[in-house]
């Protein structure tokens, strides 16, 4: 596929850059980074600060009923946007350039176009989708789940947070319960700008990433309850221990990833596992717990392998549960298939990077992300650049300025040339609805 270049015509390099700093001073943390957990204080003030952007530009601003919120330019004919965008909320310890590059190189795209008079055949959007990254309100891509139809607004609206809010209530406290209907309107394409948020492009010395898929997620949390007692008075085989099951689980993710990784081919190194919160209570030094709280995050490229590691790890719970007599309740948290993007925009992505002289790899993603949703309802792909030393959900994220640049130079060309290509035939059929009831 050959893109044409709009030959001339870059984003203002500068604008870009001023901008990720002024976001990035909303919430700060030490190190540089910033902490805006969906629907606080700081989430409305991040808010307000890209909605005013958006507005200085002209742009048509709908707000809907879960909080997304997307601006708008026209173009020469009605009719469905080519659309970019991500988020603006964070992790508690969150870097300042996961999701705010996204959302902030597709204003810059805009304001390019505004600036230099170049009016696209149809309309052009960048939107920011509420929540996700999930670490308050789950499930992550939250905002962008309801969009496409992936989860029933008011089901959404009774989520209950990590600190007890609800989502309903926290909309409406911080002013953007929206009155735009979801599910939304679908786009004619939908492209993401983003920070790989791992090594492979620095390590490989490539400048672009043409993003081919995202990985499928399970999010499990385990509730393990035993019996409480004295740490020095119980004998070791009289124990009904939920620290020493939660523990043995731990290490069972760590080993089935390495086990089924190394299995071959068809394992590849596709399949991870993380025990990201582990909880026990009482939490004393001298007592045996009374119970342990813990999440299970599994992802796998392929659907069959993440089921297959599903089905390993809930036998490995079962097992190690009875022989300490233990009982265990469990709670789906996310469950998302692996995600293909559309050959059309991959391609139009690689063909752009290297007409504009960037090195290109073809890569999926190893985190989620709001297109992997908006994939469901339009031809959709995404743009990565890279992490210095693959390091992000953290103050130490960093991306060097050309790299960001230049991510945002192969988004502003790519969402031309996809206003240019024919997307007949693109399925627009909502699919894949979330549930939390889902089968592990």
Known sequence: MNAELHHGLRIDGDRLLRRIEDLAAIGPIDGGGSCRLALTDEDRAGRDLVVTWM?????????????????????????????????????????????????????????????????????????????????????????????VGGMAVEEALDIEGIDGAIVGAELDRIGYRGTSPCPGPSPRAFVELHVEQGPVLEAEGITIGAVTGVQGISWTELTITGQSNHAGTTPMELRHDPGYVAAAVAAHVRDLAVRMNAAGPEGGDRQVGTVGRLELEPNLVNVVAASASMTVDLRNTDEALLQEAEADLARFVAQTAAAEG????????????????????????????????HTVKHMPSGAGHDAQMLARVCPTGMVFVPSRDGVSHNPAEHTDPADLVAGADVLLQTMLALDGLSLDGATLQRAGLYSEESDR
């Open 55 to 147: 507005r200085d530009l002209g742009l048509d601003v709908t707000i809907d009923a879960i909080g997304n919120v997307i601006g708008m330019r026209a173009g020469r004919t009605d009719g469905p946007p080519t659309m970019t965008g991500s988020h603006i909320d964070t992790v508690r310890t969150g870097g300042r350039y996961d999701g705010n590059l996204g959302v902030l190189a597709g204003l810059e795209v805009i304001e390019t176009l505004e600036r230099n008079g170049v009016q696209t055949e149809h309309p052009v959007a960048v939107g920011f989708f509420t929540d996700e990254e999930g670490a308050r309100f789950p499930p992550d891509m939250l905002g962008s789940l309801v969009y």
């Open 326 to 357: 233990v009982t265990v309740t469990e709670r789906t948290l996310a469950r998302f298939e692996p995600v293909t993007f559309d050959d059309r925009v991959v391609d139009t992505v690689a063909d752009v990077a290297r007409r504009l002289g």
